[in-house]
């Protein structure tokens, strides 16, 4: 069983950056793919980024493409997603997700996780 627990949300203006971390338990953090999620009140869950066992590949949706950034320390167990250049549609609760395996070609896909934390908040004010 692996648990995920992500910090860092809050309240920023437009323009303004956050980093969201995760932190992760069990003994074998570095090989699970990492991903990142967000939902809104009525809308589907959607992937924002993920990242491969060792960090050597990252996979971003287009519309944070070039805003955020994922990266990942295995000898920490942490996930990080540092968002920067913040707009109002970023506002939804995040989600830090863990694979019990390599992350295939439906890295974006929510089926492809195991283990899910509890969100954290993130809302951006115009």
């Known amino acids: 069983q692996v648990q995920l627990v992500e910090s860092g949300g809050g309240l920023v203006q437009a323009g303004g950056s956050l980093r969201l971390s995760c932190a992760a338990s069990?003994?074998?953090?570095?090989?699970?793919?990492m991903g990142w999620f967000r939902q809104t009140p009525g809308k589907e869950r959607e992937f924002v980024a993920a990242?491969?066992?060792?960090?050597?590949?990252?996979y971003y949706v287009d519309v944070v493409k070039g805003r955020f950034t994922i990266s990942r320390d295995n000898a920490k167990n942490m996930v990080y997603l540092q968002m920067n250049s913040l707009k109002p549609e970023d506002t939804a609760v995040y989600y830090c997700?863990?694979?019990?395996?390599?992350?295939?070609?439906?890295?974006?896909?929510?089926?492809?996780?195991?283990?899910w934390g509890q969100g954290t908040q993130v809302t951006v004010s115009s």
């Open positions: 997700a863990a694979a019990s395996d390599y992350l295939g070609s439906s890295y974006y896909q929510g089926y492809e996780y195991d283990w």
């Open positions: 069990g003994r074998t953090f570095s090989s699970y793919g």
């Open positions: 990242i491969s066992v060792n960090g050597g590949s990252t």
